[in-house]
């Protein structure tokens, strides 16, 4: 009979002293970068702020000149990133954005939250002009050229009037 007790429990992250658990990614909230945020100007309406940032996690009913864009993420091996953008309105429009000072570039956000690191050289995402230059001019739609339809029926072919059917039927 085995000896149970013998057995190590868990122990912080390790369940028996060897297995790790899987611990779910928790996002929540809404993610901002310097350069969305750098589109924001004081002046703007509430609209335009939502077209800009997104609609905000928070809005509260007693202060409504109060905007909140939390944003936290917990993920296994990857410290925790918690970031609080907040908009102040004076009626409908922006009087300003307070940013955090770590609010990281796109580039630097995507780098944080990759889990697939690529060994090789990273892929080609734009066109040079010179190979815009090079490639096959688009063919035309079919919108674009004239249909038969629009020039009427193909020769050889008459149709009978409607009016013609209807009549021989009553």
Avoid: C
């Avoid at 310097?34 to 004081?42: D, F, G, L, N």
């Avoid at 864009?69 to 300003?96: E, H």
């Avoid at 020769?155 to 013609?164: E, S």
């Amino acid at each position: 009979m085995p000896n149970w007790g013998s057995l190590p429990s868990i122990t912080g992250e390790k369940v028996l002293g060897v297995l790790t658990p899987y611990r779910v990614e928790v996002v929540q909230g809404n993610v901002l970068t310097k350069e969305m945020v750098a589109r924001v100007k004081p002046g703007m309406p509430k609209a335009q702020v939502r077209d800009l940032l997104g609609s905000p996690l928070l809005t509260d009913v007693f202060h409504e000149s109060r905007w909140d864009y939390p944003f936290t993420i917990r993920r296994q091996g990857a410290p925790l990133q918690q970031r609080l953008v907040v908009a102040i309105f004076d009626g409908d429009n922006l009087k300003s954005l307070d940013v955090p000072a770590d609010l990281p570039t796109e580039i630097d956000f995507v780098a944080s939250v990759n889990t697939f690191k690529p060994s090789g050289k990273q892929p080609k995402l734009e066109l040079s002009e010179a190979e815009r230059s090079a490639l096959p001019p688009p063919k035309r739609s079919a919108e674009a050229a004239p249909t038969a339809a629009a020039e009427g029926p193909a020769p050889g072919r008459t149709y009978p009037p409607l009016d013609a059917k209807l009549g021989a039927g009553s």
